[in-house]
């Protein structure tokens, strides 16, 4: 499962960027995901939760920032949103085009909180 393989990243990186023992708690988990990614958000979501038990984001949600996809036009010139590949220009029919956008996956931030009142035992 491809989004498994991505939840896994995301926790590697949250790991480096917060060490065990760093104050406070991640309490979310800031990406961007391009609609021409191939990500289906509704699964990363689930490996996400599945994965984030018994590590430093076991109390962080996953939020997800969508970027349409955009492509240009290579014989006119057209920039014309892209939600699927495969989707000709709407001005000539043609379907060379080079994708300017959509394809992202991106950790952008963590949100971290002062550590509560609350012991973790
Ligand atoms: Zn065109």
Do not use: W
């Amino acid at each position: 499962m491809h989004e498994l393989s991505i939840a896994h990243s995301i926790l590697s990186i949250a790991e480096r960027s917060f060490p065990p023992g760093t104050e406070g708690f991640i309490s979310a988990v800031n990406i961007r995901v391009g609609e021409l990614s191939s990500i289906e958000t509704e699964a990363l979501l689930f490996a996400f939760s599945a994965i984030k038990g018994g590590t430093v984001l076991e109390r962080a949600e996953l939020q997800i920032d969508m970027i349409k996809g955009e492509a240009v036009c290579s014989d006119c010139g057209t920039v014309f949103h892209m939600n699927a590949f495969g989707i000709p220009c709407p001005a000539c029919g043609s379907y060379l085009a080079s994708i300017q956008q959509g394809k992202e996956l991106k950790v952008l931030s963590l949100t971290v909180e002062e550590s509560d009142t609350v012991a973790r035992n």
